[in-house]
Each structure stands twice: as structure tokens, then as C-alpha cells.
């Protein structure tokens, strides 16, 4: 609904200073209604109108000077891309798409997990046949065939190893116990170093499983706050991913949410005109796990109508909180005690109301944050240009202080060129030997250099005085 700036400012250089009288023509409804809204210009959309802009879109090149077909079409192409590279760089950090392929990737790592493990219990049982029934989980047996090894070589002093990854001091007791009358077959040395690095790469498997399900739960508090609040991340990130994005999901009614993941089930029923599906991927929820079997597709019909209203505030607001999911999830809560003991809930307009005055606040702080890191990244690009100004100056200071210095060194060394001659006048002579005299005559102060002036010197400047007198009373005499 803004108005891009490029758009008004063409608009307030064509329109005359009446624009009151002016009546556009725009081929677009929306882009009517921003001209009207933000310039107060009334704009008319039609038939007419479209066959206009139609007209002139088609012979455009022969109304614009200097533009040919091929330059247009350029345009029109350069013109669709940056639109589209505009859509898809909409907000770098709402982005859905990281939640699809990391839910996918993660139900793919689970499978293979558990294949993987499924062959390590299979090949170390040969060796170690009791293992499996004292260690059941999988990450954790593959750990403990790992650090085993050879059954034979386990011992007392490997007992606190056992403890820490079994966590439970009676179970590694166990695993030493039956390691010592095991029925397993005896394996060689390269088997046992096959089966360990196999082993090592299902546990590095399972470590990147933990922290990409924490990277999926941290997207999913930036994406969809409230739908991950209400009903968990990894099946908020389920029924994303099974929509195709967050605005498809927030698109669909509550009823198609209620059996999304579930089409095989409903088509079969509605062939067969059998009963259809109650639930689809919000089975997964604990709502309806804890519900009793007579009351299961009431909350599930319930919690579908949050899930939908979650997902419809994740993808329209501004600011995306978890304040309405956390609102939602207790009404489910109060719905799920009104199933079983038959206390009344909350209704939903009170519900919503606190809701509305918690998010604000939120809202209102985030924003308060947002302007505070705004400020500190402007101080930063500001230093920033005042230090490469600073910098770009000091070179073209120097460079003038070198010109400077360069000139009174210049004329340094012609004062020192013309001292040189009368200071080598004055040097004393070496000795014989090429060393010269240690001790150098100190200079006569003033008043002992006119005693040591010989006495014919001074009458001749006395003479001199007495001539310039004389010189000076006959011009007087003159004037």
C-alpha cells in the first residue's frame, strides 16, 4: 500500500499544480488506490483504460523516440526479474523454505539412523549377543560397541568409561558381567576395525541429527513463532513443509488442516463411502495423544482451528511473537480439562484480548531494540567514514609537509654549500701523522677581539669617520 518514491516523485513532476481536476488513468486497481491514498490524485480503472495501455504497450516503441523493439524488450525482461528477485528476497529471516528442507532432511536422517544402527547391532552381534538386550537404544549401543571393541580385552579399569555413556553404574556392571560368559562368536582384529568406524559414523550422524534439530527449532521461533508454541516445532515444520509454504498453510480452512497428510486415507473413504479421516499430521501432537478415543476428533477438530489462526498470524504480522500461541495452546489446555472434568473454558474474545495487549508490548519492545542496534550501526558507519576521511586526508598532508621540508632542506645545504669554503679555511692543519690536534682555540669574546685590532687599522678608520663628517656638513651647507 506505500507508494514507491520513484513512482511519486515522476507523478509530482507530470501532474500540474491543480491536481484536484486531474483524472489518471491506471491500468492497476491497487496501484490506483496507493496513487489516491498517498497523492489524493483520483485514478480510473476500466475496459478503456486497459485497451489504452494495452495500445500503448504495443506500439511504445514507435512512440518513444530513440527506443527500439529490442531495447523494450530488455526493459520488460529486466523489469520481471528484478520484480520476481524482489519477492523472493522479501525478508531474509522469514524465510520458509529452510524449514522444508530441514524437516525433510531430518525424517531422512531418522530412517537412515535407524537402518544404520539396525546394521551395527546385526554385524557386533555376531561378536556380543547379549549387548542388545541390556543396551536397547541405538545411538547409545553404537557408543558402547564402539568403546568395547574386542569383549575379551574389557576389564575393571574400563568400568567408568561404560558408566559414563551408559549413565547408569548397575547397567555397565551388567555389560561387564556378560561380556565375561559370552556366547558370541570370536571376530578379528580388521573386522573389529570395520565395524568401530562404522560405528563412528552412525554417532556422528546422531550428534548432526541434535544440532540440526535445534538450527530447525531456532528458524521456527523466527518463522512461525505462535504455530511452534502451540503445537510443537517439529510438527509445525511438518505441516509447513506438507502446504508448500506458510502463506498456503495460513490460505487453507481449519478442516483441510485437520487431515493435511492424511489425502490417501480421505480419497480411500470417500470411494468406498466409508468414514473419513479424524486427524492427519496433528496426530503427532500431544493434545490428542492425551485426549481419551471418544473425545479425539473433537480436540483434533479444535486444535486444527488454532493451528490455523496461529499460522495466519504468523504469516501476516509485522513482528512475529509467540505471545498468541502461547494464548492458544492454554485455550486447547482449558478444552482438553473441559473434555475430561467438564469445567467451562475461557471464551475466546477475553482470550484474545490479553493476548492483543501482551503482543503490543512485545511489539513495542522488539521495536524499541531494533532502533537501539539502528543507532549503534549508524555510529559504527559513521566512525567508519570519518576514519577514511581521516585517512584519505593525512596522505595529502604529507605530501605538502614533504615539499616544505624538501625546500628548507634545499636551502639548508646551499647556506651550508656557502659556509663550507671559510670553515675549511679555518680548519687547523694535521700532523705528520694524519691525527689531527686535540685542542682547538676557543673564540675571543667581543671586547678582547677590539683590543687584539692592531693600532694602524684604527687610525685608518678614524680617518674614514672624520670624511663622512665632512661629507655630510657640505650637503647640509648646500641645502
Not at 118 to 123: F, K
Amino acid at each position: 500500500g506505500v507508494l514507491h518514491e520513484d513512482l511519486r516523485l515522476l507523478l509530482d513532476t507530470a501532474l500540474p499544480p491543480k491536481r484536484k481536476k486531474v483524472v489518471l488513468g491506471v491500468g492497476d486497481a491497487k496501484m490506483g488506490a496507493a496513487v489516491l491514498e498517498e497523492l489524493g490524485v483520483q485514478c480510473q480503472t476500466g475496459g478503456v483504460v486497459a485497451e489504452l495501455m494495452r495500445g500503448i504497450r504495443l506500439h511504445f516503441a514507435a512512440l518513444v523516440r530513440g527506443l527500439t523493439p529490442q531495447s523494450a524488450a530488455k526493459a520488460q525482461l529486466g523489469l520481471g526479474h528484478s520484480y520476481s528477485r524482489a519477492k523472493v528476497k522479501f525478508n531474509v529471516h522469514r524465510v520458509d523454505n529452510m524449514i522444508i528442507q530441514s524437516i525433510s532432511l531430518l525424517d531422512q536422517l531418522d530412517k537412515d539412523i535407524n537402518t544404520f544402527s539396525m546394521r551395527v547391532r546385526e554385524w557386533y552381534g555376531y561378536h556380543f549377543p547379549e549387548l542388545i538386550k541390556i543396551v536397547p537404544e541405538n545411538s547409545m549401543y553404537c557408543r558402547v560397541a564402539k568403546f568395547i571393541g574386542n569383549r575379551r580385552e574389557l576389564s575393571e579399569e574400563s568400568l567408568e568409561g561404560l558408566e559414563e555413556i551408559v549413565m547408569d553404574s548397575a547397567k555397565a556392571q551388567a555389560i561387564l558381567e556378560a561380556s565375561r560368559s559370552s556366547m558370541g562368536m570370536d571376530i578379528s582384529p580388521l573386522d573389529l576395525i570395520n565395524i568401530e568406524s562404522f560405528s563412528r559414523r552412525v554417532i556422528s550422524l546422531s550428534d548432526y541429527r541434535k544440532g540440526l534439530q535445534e538450527y530447525l527449532r531456532s528458524k521456527m521461533s523466527q518463522v512461525a513463532p505462535s504455530l511452534s508454541a502451540l503445537i510443537g516445532e517439529v510438527v509445525g515444520a511438518r505441516l509447513i513443509s506438507h502446504a508448500g509454504s506458510l502463506t498456503n498453510l495460513a490460505k487453507y480452512p481449519a478442516s483441510t488442516v485437520q487431515i493435511l497428510g492424511a489425502e490417501k486415507a480421505l480419497f480411500r473413504a470417500l470411494k468406498t463411502r466409508g468414514n473419513t479421516p479424524k486427524y492427519g499430521l496433528i496426530f503427532h501432537s500431544t493434545f490428542i495423544g492425551r485426549a481419551a478415543a471418544k473425545n479425539k476428533g473433537r480436540i483434533s477438530r479444535y486444535l486444527a482451528n488454532k493451528c490455523t489462526i496461529a499460522s495466519r498470524i504468523d504469516c501476516f504480522s509485522e513482528v512475529p511473537t509467540s505471545v498468541f500461541g502461547d494464548k492458544l495452546r492454554e485455550q486447547v489446555e482449558e478444552r482438553l480439562a473441559f473434555y475430561e472434568t467438564g469445567e467451562p473454558p475461557r471464551k475466546n474474545l477475553e482470550v484474545m484480548k490479553e493476548a492483543v495487549v501482551e503482543a503490543n508490548e512485545v511489539v513495542a519492545e522488539v521495536k524499541r531494540r531494533q532502533e537501539k542496534k539502528e543507532k549503534k550501526r549508524k555510529k559504527r558507519e559513521k566512525r567508519r567514514l570519518e576514519a577514511l576521511a581521516a585517512a584519505a586526508e593525512e596522505p595529502a598532508e604529507n605530501s605538502v609537509m614533504e615539499t616544505e621540508e624538501n625546500d628548507v632542506g634545499a636551502k639548508k645545504k646551499k647556506k651550508k654549500k656557502k659556509q663550507q669554503p671559510e670553515e675549511s679555511e679555518a680548519e687547523p692543519e694535521p700532523e705528520e701523522n694524519g691525527v689531527e690536534e686535540e685542542e682547538e682555540e676557543e673564540p675571543l669574546p667581543k671586547k678582547k677581539r677590539k683590543v687584539m685590532v692592531e693600532p694602524e687599522q684604527e687610525e685608518e678608520e678614524e680617518e674614514e669617520k672624520k670624511k663622512k663628517k665632512k661629507k655630510k656638513k657640505k650637503a647640509v651647507a648646500q641645502d
